[in-house]
């Protein structure tokens, strides 16, 4: 049975064998040894002196400082101590997919078709992040706007940024040295060059729209009262004022020979004589607000929408319509003709692009963005592609006569109001409710 000590040294308890004749123990917490021998009394102990080398428990092994040089700090360790885990910590699965979900899975990408995969990931908040999207839209894959293998592609060059209200209007000079562009209150002329202003010009009852007169010398500013004003580009100043009765012109565009100009006012289309500054004559067919006017190639020919969801086709030689197109629920916004004058392309408020076939007043193509409304339309000169600004901020470029989307670029924060593309087919500038101008660079594979 074991008898129950004292260390001498420490006084911690000790367990002996009352069977053994001579023993040696070690204390566990002084480390000193010590023997007892019969018959003394159990509770003697005899102290030996412990040493270094000479007892049972040696002490446990302690690194060697590390060497501090003078006036240095001491040395760091090679790796940092583990940081210890809370108690409470456990591991969170991120996903958990069942095998009736990879079933379902595997069933969409065989019988899918048209359908839409989208990747995604949970962040460290549990929403979900999409990671890529394919989508087929009109049986043409949809790429991002840097994938260097659709036949239309643009590349963000440069950013405008006037700071004076959203962007209403866009247009480039003839010469492709300029941009003109009207915000809030302002009109500004823009040096492409050294992308700075020129000249700005201010009417505080509001700019709506501004257009470069044919030659590039007059710059004409549809304003929030009822007159337009030509401006001279040169000297700043005033050359002619257009006043009319009807409500203040809403969009204007002149004709290509630069001797016509026309106004959206109201639910007329005015057709005024740029040398004698008088109406000439009025055209009448709209039941609703007109918001946008375009000439064809050759000048006889004149596009106007409307917010009565309809697009008319006039024929300038006898003032008549020659096609009003209808058959859409939502306000036409923008209107523009190919270099050929043959197509002619609107968009509407329910996110549609029709292109039209002029010769027949049926459309051709019928071309759908993932947006609910489209705002502005424009024509590659060469008529191979079309660009569409979306009120999500994106711009959809389409292959023409396929009706392929090409890109959608998502090119600023807020709706996207106007584009405006140069004649040499090389810049694309968009304008945007969110205060800025970009600008393009348009590539096209042959």
């Known amino acids: ?60 092994p302690q690194p060697p400082a590390p060497w501090t040089p003078r006036d240095r700090a001491p040395r760091q360790p090679e790796h940092p101590p583990h940081r210890r885990l809370p108690a409470n910590f456990r591991m969170k699965p991120r996903a958990s997919w069942s095998p009736t979900t990879w079933l379902g899975l595997s069933a969409l990408l065989l019988f899918g078709g048209g359908g839409c995969i989208i990747l995604a990931y949970l962040d460290s908040n549990d929403r979900q992040r999409p990671v890529n999207t394919i989508q087929t839209i009109a049986s043409a894959p949809r790429h991002d706007w840097h994938v260097l293998s659709a036949a239309i592609s643009a590349e963000g060059d440069a950013w405008l940024r006037p700071g004076d209200g959203a962007i209403s209007s866009l247009d480039f000079s003839p010469d492709g040295a300029r941009l003109a562009c009207t915000s809030g209150t302002a009109v500004t002329l823009w040096n492409l060059a050294t992308a700075s202003t020129e000249r700005q010009w201010e009417d505080r009852s509001g700019i709506p729209s501004a257009v470069f007169h044919p030659d590039g010398s007059i710059l004409a500013l549809a304003g929030g009262k ?17 006043s009319t009765d009807l409500n203040r012109a809403r969009a204007i565009a002149f004709n290509p020979r630069g001797d016509t100009l026309a106004s959206a006012n109201g639910r007329e289309v005015v057709l005024w004589d740029v040398r004698t500054r008088r109406n000439r004559t009025s055209l009448a067919g709209h039941t609703w607000m007109v918001t946008s006017v375009a000439f064809s190639p050759d000048g006889n020919w004149l596009a106007s929408g409307s917010e009565d969801q309809s697009v008319i086709l006039w024929n300038l030689q006898t003032g008549k319509p020659q096609f009003n197109m209808k058959g859409h629920l939502s306000a036409v916004r923008s209107v523009a003709f190919s270099s050929d004058g043959k197509r002619l392309a ?10 039209w076939n002029t010769d027949t007043g049926e459309v051709d193509t019928r071309l759908r963005a993932d947006d609910k409304s489209v705002s502005s339309v424009v024509f590659l000169p060469n008529g191979t592609g079309i660009f569409a600004g979306s009120e999500s901020g994106n711009i959809y470029i389409w292959e023409l006569p396929s009706g392929n989307l090409q890109a959608a670029l998502a090119a600023h924060t807020d709706a996207v109001t106007s584009l405006a593309i140069s004649r040499d087919d090389r810049t694309l500038a968009s304008g945007s409710r969110d205060t800025t101008i970009r600008l393009w660079r348009i590539r096209t594979r042959p």
């Open 1 to 60: 049975m074991p008898i129950a000590v004292h260390c001498p040294s420490c006084r911690a308890p000790l367990l002996l064998a009352d069977n053994v004749a001579e023993e040696a123990v070690a204390c566990v917490i002084c480390r000193h040894r010590f023997s007892r021998i019969r018959p003394v009394s159990p509770e003697v102990l005899e102290a030996i002196p412990a040493r270094p080398s000479d007892t049972l428990l040696p002490s446990t």
């Open 226 to 242: 009822r007159d337009i004003k030509f401006w001279d580009v040169t000297t700043g100043a005033i050359v002619a004022t257009l």
């Open 346 to 355: 609107s968009t509407y408020d329910n996110g549609n692009v029709n292109v």
